[in-house]
């Protein structure tokens, strides 16, 4: 088995300004408040970060902000994949220009029952159009994009491109499949999109997670990580799943949002864009929760 470094990758939300811009400096400020509790790097732009009510314009100026931050681009995997190639290849080749480690790339997801034959060459025109220094880390989330990132065609993108496929965020929330990925190309980091289940995806030769309840529980789920199966690994395990499954049983988003807004004490970064609206009061009560059980965060 290989031995690779095991991270927290935060899908960092975008906070919205009253009138639902892209609040930057809030935006900056979190992301470096993530990182300084733990997180080894951010995957913004994803679906977390409500990336496809965004416009490429405004992904293009919220990564820009964050380098000029001072944050190390090699901490980002911002998410470039898009219904439009033309868009995947702007937002790409503008992450690889900055220097980041990577773009985390869905499919186009607009049309469904689509070919292995077409997604590959979808994101064969990419990197063709992005060139050598582009890496690519696959977004498999089927149940919200329809299209799903088979075993065959990570097998024929790694063949023809090797290295530029650089990992996979397996979001289907079916473990089995997340290990077979790891099983078959174990030169790949293959990230979980739960917390819960970093000691399964550790021991089976992964690479850690990128988790929406990151936003929230960033300190637990690094100590988790730094803890893995010492002393304190059963207690840690049970505080990030404790958080999870409360994140679980809400309309994920907007919780996110509402519990980073209570741990942070400013209700604006509650707010979402449409078609989403913000949790409403029957929820107050799990956000609570969530909020006491992550404890105390970098504001």
Not at 87 to 110: E, K, N, Q, W
């Amino acid at each position: 088995m290989m031995s690779r470094k095991i991270e927290l990758f935060v899908p960092a939300i975008t906070p919205f300004a009253a009138d639902l811009s892209v609040d930057t400096p809030a935006f900056v400020a979190r992301a470096t408040g993530l990182l300084n509790a733990g997180a080894h790097g951010l995957a913004p732009f994803g679906t977390t970060s409500e990336a496809n009510s965004l416009t490429v314009a405004e992904r293009v100026a919220a990564l820009e902000a964050l380098v000029d931050s001072g944050i190390d681009p090699a901490q980002l995997i911002p998410g470039t994949g898009c219904c439009a190639i033309a868009d995947t290849i702007t937002l790409s080749s503008h992450a690889t220009g900055l220097g980041c480690r990577g773009v985390l790339m869905l499919p186009p997801f607009y049309y469904k029952g689509v070919s292995d034959e077409g997604v590959f060459r979808a994101f064969a025109q990419v990197i063709e159009a992005v060139g050598p220094d582009l890496r690519i880390y696959l977004y498999h989330i089927p149940q919200m994009s329809g299209v799903p990132i088979t075993l065959p065609l990570i097998q024929r993108l790694i063949e023809a491109f090797g290295d530029q496929i650089a990992g996979l965020k397996d979001s289907s929330g079916k473990w089995d499949n997340t290990a077979a990925v790891i099983k078959a190309f174990p030169q790949i980091d293959t990230y979980s999109a739960s917390e819960s289940l970093i000691p399964e995806n550790v021991a089976a030769g992964g690479a850690g997670c990128i988790s929406a309840s990151s936003n929230v529980n960033p300190r637990g789920i690094r100590a988790l990580i730094d803890g893995l199966n010492g002393a304190d690994h059963d207690a840690l395990h049970e505080q990030v799943s404790a958080v999870r499954t409360i994140f679980e049983g809400v309309p994920l988003i907007p919780a996110i949002k509402a519990a980073v807004a209570a741990q942070a004490g400013r209700e604006g970064l509650a707010r979402v864009r449409p078609p989403f609206t913000e949790l409403g009061a029957d929820h107050s009560d799990a956000i609570a929760e969530a909020v006491r059980l992550a404890g105390p965060q970098t504001r």
